[in-house]
């Protein structure tokens, strides 16, 4: 493990959040100084040359047709930075849920800006360019468990930022960290959410390795849930599977704000908490190239569109990359994916409210999941699981080429007594 990598997982086992015991029917448990510094511009070109991605991706071709244009994504984190030169004039209000001195543009870690950057970053002064450039971020600030230290907080702040972001003009919302417990009014919001016509992406956790627990929100039927993926063409070994990953995105060697100060950007990986963000902008900039269409139909050109392994039937889903890995590009530029219909959600297979603008849910007899062809490989771990770029059979039996290349052929809590909600940033 790099030093990088080891201290991007000390800062992404937190958001271990703490919570107070509110109710009887769910476990819950759950500033520092804004300075808004430039990055210099030689070290911040460095920065954009580690974005590994967006060449991979084939970015400068997607951005010929889609930027994100028209597209506000709510990032619901620990607040966003609006002042970074990279994310000027890219930033609405938003709103603070944590009851804590402080507007939700005041990042008390770095972390969301880092997330709204890679999202949205425009790049200027040197910063990370986000793959989506010409969105707009709504930040929604929560606490962690660090911060909860600095005064009496919202419990409820995940719910209410969630509700909040249902109730805003975005249209995705995103969401880089995650609790072990599921919790029934953090899952109603999320169900508010979606009836509202929102498309919800949720990072599945950097914990495989320390016990895989399933994580929520992205556990939730409603939500996306996000895996990572590296250069190296593999899923990342600490990136959690399991039946709850929908899809995956690239986490590795990503950099990201140091802190809250806002001077310099550190190396490490961005787990998938940076998976989350470059889903979230993967999903911007299909909406923008079809405004009209619905957060199912987005969703189910993404799902259609992604990179899978050789010989897998559609439909099918991997343990390790759900549907495969984002590949944007794959439909904007040779119209890989249908949209279908408007109002079935591609997560539930029910009838939901899937307009942009709303709509109330309507109820629908579910139809059965796609199985989970993907079971950990056999002789290896779960780091031997095959995403872009490998060459070694997947558990699906097939093989994956180069697929993301320019070109390519592209618990339930019944202890109810327990007081503390630990939540990771994923």
Request: aromatic share 6%; hydrophobic share 40%; net charge neutral.
């Amino acid at each position: 493990m790099t030093a990088g990598m080891s201290q991007i997982r000390k800062r992404s086992r937190p958001y271990a959040f703490r919570r107070r015991l509110l109710s009887t029917v769910a476990m819950i448990g759950a500033v520092a100084a804004n300075i808004a510094g430039t990055a210099p511009a030689a070290f911040a070109a460095d920065v954009q040359s580690k974005q590994w991605y967006l060449d991979a991706m084939g970015a400068e071709q997607i951005w010929k047709t889609a930027t994100g244009k028209g597209i506000k994504v709510a990032v619901i984190d620990s607040g966003v930075n609006s002042s970074t030169p990279s994310l000027k004039g890219q930033v609405q209000k938003g709103l603070d849920l944590t009851n804590v001195d402080g507007e939700a543009t005041d990042d008390y870690d770095g972390h969301g800006t880092t997330m709204a950057e890679l999202i949205a970053g425009t790049g200027n002064g040197g910063g990370l360019r986000g793959l989506a450039p010409d969105a707009e971020i709504i930040p929604f600030r929560i606490s962690n468990d660090e911060f909860e230290s600095k005064g009496k907080v919202n419990n409820w702040d995940v719910r209410d930022a969630i509700k909040a972001a249902a109730d805003s003009d975005a249209q995705i919302i995103s969401m880089s960290s995650g609790s072990d417990y599921w919790i029934a009014q953090d899952e109603e919001a999320v169900k508010y959410a979606q009836s509202k016509g929102k498309l919800f992406f949720a990072g599945v956790g950097n914990s495989a390795k320390k016990g895989n627990k399933r994580q929520y929100p992205a556990s939730y039927a409603e939500v996306v849930g996000v895996a990572a993926s590296g250069p190296d063409g593999k899923v990342a070994d600490y990136s959690q599977h399991g039946d709850f990953v929908d899809i995956a995105a690239p986490g590795n060697d990503i950099p990201r704000w140091c802190d809250a100060n806002f001077k310099r950007y550190c190396d490490g990986d961005g787990g998938t908490s940076a998976a989350t963000a470059i889903a979230s902008a993967s999903a911007a900039l299909i909406w923008s190239a079809h405004p009209d269409w619905t957060a199912n139909q987005v969703l189910r050109v993404m799902f259609e569109s992604a990179a899978r392994a050789e010989g897998s039937k559609a439909g099918t889903l991997s343990n390790y990359l759900g549907h495969g890995v984002v590949r944007p590009g794959a439909h904007i530029n040779r119209g890989l994916g249908k949209p279908g219909d408007p109002g079935l959600s591609p997560l539930t297979n029910t009838k939901v409210g899937g307009g942009s603008s709303g709509g109330d849910s309507s109820s629908a007899s579910p139809a059965p999941s796609a199985p989970a062809s993907s079971q950990a490989p056999k002789g290896g771990s779960e780091s031997d699981a095959v995403v872009t770029g490998s060459s070694k059979s997947t558990d699906d039996g097939g093989q994956l080429g180069l697929i993301i290349g320019i070109g390519a052929a592209v618990v339930i809590a019944v202890g109810a007594f327990a007081v503390i909600r630990k939540r990771r940033s994923a």
